[in-house]
């Protein structure tokens, strides 16, 4: 069974940094996309950054590029998410989210798994 565990969300003053952290088990990941997402309140959810398992490839929304980092670490089956120069808007659930495949996947229908999500927020 898949399983996506995310951690390290929290509070944090705007200009702030945190790292999430995404623990996938269930399953060999190698030809997986991996996806953050984020849902803010009265808001659709919506797609942060992107990251092939295998390879080199990264994609990130307009809204977070320059400034969140998406990473992985083969050894420890995790995704990392670190957001420096965090603003208020960036306060919402994050998710992390697996889809088979390899491809520049950022629609939320196109995954196949799902976190629990973590929460961050950023005061001003």
């Known amino acids: 069974q898949v399983q996506l565990v995310e951690s390290g969300g929290g509070l944090v003053q705007a200009g702030g940094s945190l790292r999430l952290s995404c623990a996938a088990s269930g399953r060999t990941f190698s030809s997986d996309t991996m996806g953050w997402f984020r849902q803010a309140p009265g808001k659709e959810r919506e797609f942060v950054a992107g990251?092939?398992?295998?390879?080199?490839?990264?994609y990130y929304a307009d809204s977070v590029k320059g400034r969140f980092t998406i990473s992985r670490d083969n050894g420890k089956s995790t995704v990392y998410l670190q957001m420096n120069s965090l603003k208020p808007e960036d306060t919402a659930v994050y998710y992390c989210?697996?889809?088979?495949?390899?491809?520049?996947?950022?629609?939320?229908?196109?995954?196949?798994?799902w976190g629990q999500g973590t929460q961050v927020t950023v005061s001003s």
């Open positions: 990251i092939w398992w295998s390879g080199s490839s990264t």
């Open positions: 989210a697996a889809k088979r495949g390899r491809y520049y996947y950022s629609n939320e229908r196109e995954y196949d798994y």
